[in-house]
């Protein structure tokens, strides 16, 4: 896989990283343990653009990823 798009958290404690392969990590950017995966079922498209988005009146987070396809997906 090569990196195509990364992407802190509003703490810059995550680091979130897309792919060439479609597939999006998330990890602890201070120890570099992998802590989540993003794998889409159906399409292994190359991603471009990865967001995290912080929700803080509804105390949830969100990751969003786009590629040449011009889909976003969400997670």
Do not use: P
Not at 32 to 37: D, N, Q, T
């Amino acid at each position: 896989m090569q990196l195509s798009a990364i992407c802190f958290d509003k703490n810059e404690r995550r680091l979130v990283t897309a792919g060439s392969d479609g597939t999006v990590f998330m990890w602890n950017f201070n120890n570099g343990s992998r802590l989540k995966v993003f794998e889409h079922a159906e399409e292994k498209e190359e991603l471009t653009a990865v967001l995290y988005a912080a929700d803080d009146k509804r105390e949830s987070d969100a990751v969003y990823a786009a590629g040449w396809n011009c889909k976003v997906r969400g997670a």
